[in-house]
């Protein structure tokens, strides 16, 4: 069984930056994506980062301003997000999961889920 829970999260205006962290408690070693949620829509895939680091990818809604990472010594990864825009505006989850490539876009590639953080983006 594994644990998440998400922090950071907050109001922020356009052009800032938060960064969000996941601590994971469990068996760890797995896949962790961010997913997110704005109101009225689907969740949908923001990044995901496989199991030692080394490789990572990015919704091209984020790419460029969002950096995913980890520190397995502390079972923690994090979202720093920069150049936040209105759209931005959220629930961010994460998720632990065993993916490869496309397949870690998929929310059911996730088998546990943090509660959320909300992230809001003013104009």
């Known amino acids: 069984q594994v644990q998440l829970v998400e922090s950071g999260g907050g109001l922020v205006q356009a052009g800032g930056s938060l960064r969000l962290s996941c601590a994971a408690s469990?068996?760890?070693?797995?896949?962790m994506g961010w997913f997110r949620q704005a109101p009225g829509k689907e969740r949908e895939f923001a990044a995901r980062?496989?199991?030692?680091?080394?490789?990572?990818d990015y919704a091209d809604s984020v790419k460029g301003r969002f950096t995913i990472s980890r520190d397995n010594a502390r079972n923690t990864v994090y979202l720093q997000m920069d150049n936040l825009k209105p759209e931005d505006t959220a629930v961010y989850y994460c998720?632990?999961?065993?993916?490869?490539?496309?397949?870690?876009?998929?929310?059911?590639?996730?088998?546990?889920w943090g509660q959320g953080t909300q992230v809001t983006v003013s104009s």
């Open positions: 469990g068996h760890t070693f797995y896949a």
């Open positions: 980062i496989n199991p030692s680091g080394a490789y990572r």
């Open positions: 998720a632990a999961g065993t993916c490869s490539g496309s397949g870690c876009q998929i929310i059911g590639s996730y088998y546990y």
